[in-house]
């Protein structure tokens, strides 16, 4: 199945100059949806996967999916201050200023197989935070997926090197 096609393309969103990669289309439609799933499920199966870590709020939807069907747990990667309990974070660049991600601390054992999930790999500076933070709290990245990979000048795979990187589907960026 051509995922591609159930990806919108929203110009200047959401700002001038952006081409948005907008995954809600694909995620309405039941059988794109099921088999982007599955694609990932499939490859990351029998890896030792014990919990899934997604980032909000489009990694949830498919980081839960992904962590039942490969009988692994899910942590929730949020933006500041909306864990309730005691947090671990992790701060990146954007290109003006920095960002910050946090997880509750006990969200992963030592030891423990992390996949990553986000819906989209731009710069790479989210998922390495990502990564940083799993990696803080003992946990090993056993994989990083994503739906769309943006390939081309942002060289966002680069931030990542060294990681299993799985991506459904490659999309150029434009300029
Ligand atoms: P980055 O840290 O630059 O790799 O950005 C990744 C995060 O920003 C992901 O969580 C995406 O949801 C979002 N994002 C960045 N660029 C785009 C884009 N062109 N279209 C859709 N989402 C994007």
């Not at 995954?23 to 794109?32: D, R």
């Not at 947090?87 to 996949?115: P, Q």
Request: net charge negative; aromatic share 8%.
């Amino acid at each position: 199945m051509n995922l591609e096609k159930y990806i919108r393309n929203v110009p200047d969103f959401p700002v001038k100059g952006i081409q948005f990669k907008d995954i809600t289309t694909l995620a309405k439609e039941h059988a794109p949806f099921k088999e982007s799933c599955d694609r990932i499920i499939n490859h990351f199966k029998d890896k030792g996967i014990t919990k899934v870590a997604a980032i909000e709020a489009r990694g949830y939807v498919w980081g839960g999916v992904i962590a039942y069907q490969l009988g692994a747990g899910f942590v929730l990667i949020r933006k500041p201050g909306k864990l309730p309990a005691d947090i671990i974070s992790e701060e990146y660049e954007l290109e003006y200023g920095t960002d910050k991600i946090e997880m509750h601390k006990g969200a992963i054992e030592k030891d423990e197989k992390v996949l990553i999930f986000d819906d989209l790999l731009a710069t790479g500076g989210t998922a390495k935070a990502a990564c940083n933070l799993i990696e803080k709290a003992g946990g090993i990245v056993a994989g990083i997926a994503f739906v769309v990979e943006l390939t081309g000048s942002l060289h966002g795979r680069d931030k990542i090197k060294g990681y299993k990187i799985y991506s459904l589907l490659d999309i150029p960026v434009e300029e």
